[in-house]
């Protein structure tokens, strides 16, 4: 059954209340190489920067767990 115009603008509107787009500017020999690893791999480079972005601030939430158990975050 196809999307209907009123659920799309409901996902629009989610989508701008609840998603960011991060960018950067790489070289582009370091773009080509980071394709070629992910076709290798079989995934998508979207996929792939997003798990690296979910991966990283897992790190960041445990040093925070971290720090405050230790009482040396400062609220």
Known sequence: MPVSEKQKGYARKWDKDNMRTLGTRVR?????????????RGVSCTSEIKRLILEENMKYYQEMERLELEGKLKK
């Open 28 to 40: 582009t020999e370091d773009a080509e190489d980071f394709k070629a690893w992910c076709a290798m």
